[in-house]
């Protein structure tokens, strides 16, 4: 059963019998109401000249949305993504430059918004943290790899050797010339 059949059957049972085309009609309503306003949401944004709108799109790219995180501004369906996107259009509409645009979203909301945040003391770990890693698990590495050659292992005396041989024998002999 359908969701309009299931609202009109449940509405119909509290209502008389000769309400029926009046329940139909308010589902209907109501679904084509819901379906409209959700469209009219997703519409709420206004278009630029191609010119600029393709200058929001590539700026939009290098922005990172605060809500989705790991998502460009220009593809976030988020609402936060649309409102940015809308003042960015406003600002280009103002004849801002797109530094002066990036600028005033990363004063409004730090570095985190720009995909290449600048080098200064904030980001230095962002920057250099990977390289350090890197350096420290290089040293660690060669350290092991040196402790490695240090240890000598002491020559088997030759009588030993000797021994090990005669039971190697010993024991291909007594299996065979098996190699399993």
């Known amino acids: 059963m359908n969701l309009h059949a299931h609202c009109a059957a449940a509405l119909q049972r509290l209502c008389l019998a000769k309400c029926e085309g009046l329940v139909t009609r308010l589902c209907r309503w109501i679904v084509w109401s819901t379906l409209l306003l959700g469209a009219v949401v997703q519409a709420t944004e206004t278009r630029l000249?191609?010119?600029?709108?393709?200058?929001?799109?590539?700026?939009a790219r290098e922005l990172r949305c605060m809500v989705c995180q790991n998502e460009a501004l220009a593809e976030s369906h988020a609402p936060l993504a649309a409102d940015l996107?809308?003042?960015?259009r406003t600002q280009i509409r103002a004849g801002m430059s797109n530094q002066e645009i990036t600028a005033y979203l990363v004063a409004r909301y730090g570095d985190f918004v720009s995909y290449r945040p600048p080098v200064n003391g904030r980001t230095a770990f962002l920057w250099f943290g990977p390289w350090a890693v890197l350096f420290l698990l290089l040293v660690i590495l060669w350290s092991f790899h040196k402790q490695s050659r240090r240890k000598n292992i002491p020559p088997v005396p030759e009588q030993k050797a000797h021994e090990i041989q005669a039971a190697y024998r010993s024991l291909k002999h007594k299996y065979g010339d098996r190699d399993e």
């Open 85 to 88: 996107r809308e003042e960015i």
């Open 49 to 59: 000249p191609d010119a600029q709108e393709t200058r929001l799109r590539e700026l």
